[in-house]
């Protein structure tokens, strides 16, 4: 087939980690982040700015930089991290791509901005099933380049029906715009010619979200050892960690390697990461720090100077993981161990960020937190308070994952609590960057502690207040514990590593 001079490029993506055991994410959680079809999507990637996850707008910048095209946007819908999405948005969502696919066939290249984490209230591979649809519009000849979140939960299906599988690298996510130009220059190889194999191996392992850190540990040198080892024939390497919270039969950590054409280099070198994070695996398990000893630590640092301050990651409610960002575990603990000079962020409750707009500026009442969420986790606190600070909660990203892209947080406000300054915001989102502070007037560099609702992806956001030796992961409870042993898993393949004994593995043949 000759090189299309001007190809024509579908650009779609269906983006959202999803936590079965969550509240459903319905289209106002997509709405509330990017729901986009058509032009609307590169209008909205070009802003210097954009809404969405950098991916896309890497893969258009590239694409625009490597020579003509014709981008043709179909839909995407990106949404925070969430419970299953309800099977009936999906099928909408499903229904729009393809209708609108097949309204501007032909194509010649396809591409897909995805995450591999979703599940719907009924569909556990909807990713699978959104490649098979597409593969199915375009045919067999039609190059598809997807790119995928580390925490992806892999199927076969989705490596089948697609030509190049690109992966995140980094954890805190900070690639991401890297990874949407690489697909680009992959298509162009593509539409030039170039026929992939592809090769998946799943590890019974399932790596509590602490494990899978890149700057160092078992999984930084899995994905050390896929860049190290690539040849030639090798277009990509990507480790998925994945995502436990899914519970899925796909979910375990996945080695994927797309070859240029050669099926034998790509599954020896999917073996060799394979078999060498299989022999790592006794450092899959998580070690957080307890309620009492996170306490301990936050008082001798409140109390003394010279010691450097410390950031607290409440890990098992994490906004980023499904978790609600509103247990009140640790903060009821820091404010009634008398924790002073403490930043607290951000704790999601609408009602109270409300309330504290009515009263207005330095109103002292009674914060009622949780008075309308309730999960197992969320549970009802007050406390005396003042109103330190009020925002309208529109910001932009400034360090972290979500660098250069348009926040809107909903109205804000800063709760004075004993020695703790709360904020409280009014949609869901991980405490990553430093802003959701800055803007209320708080100085990070003066606190003494800071507490954050977050996995793991403050680490590059507040990367620049707190080294890792600074940072304590707590063991609490909520709905993203790394403390995987106190969820009722009906789908996770057993025996799999954290959960059971006796777990074995074998490399496969060549
Ligand atoms: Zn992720």
Redesign the pocket.
Known sequence: MPVPANPRIAVLGFSI?CNKFAPPATKAHFEARTYLEGDAILEEARRPTPTMLPETPGFIRAMDKAGPWTPIGIVLAMSEPNGPVEHGFFEDVLAAMTAQLKAVMPVDGVYFCA?GAAITTEEDDPEGVLFERIRDIVGPDVPVVATF???ANVSDRMVDKIDAFIG?RT?P?LDMRERGEEAADVLRELLAGTRTERVRIRLPIVPPTVTLLTAAGPYAEMIELGQRRKGPEIINVSVMGG?AYADTAKNGLSVIVTARGDRREAALLAREIAKYGWDQRARFYPKLTSLEDAVQTALAVAGDPSLKAHAFADVADNPGGGGRGNTMYLLHAFVEAGVKGALFGVIYDPPLAAEAHRHGLHYHFDAHFNRDETTNFSEPWNAPARVAALHDGNCGGRRGIYAGTRLALGPCAALAIGGVTVVVVSHRVQCADPIFFEMMGLDIAKARCVAVKSRGHFRGGFDEFFGPEQIVEVDLPGLTSPMLKRFEWTRLPRPVIPLDDNVSWSPPAV
């Open positions: 980690e995450h979140d580390l925490h995140y954890n996510h995502f």
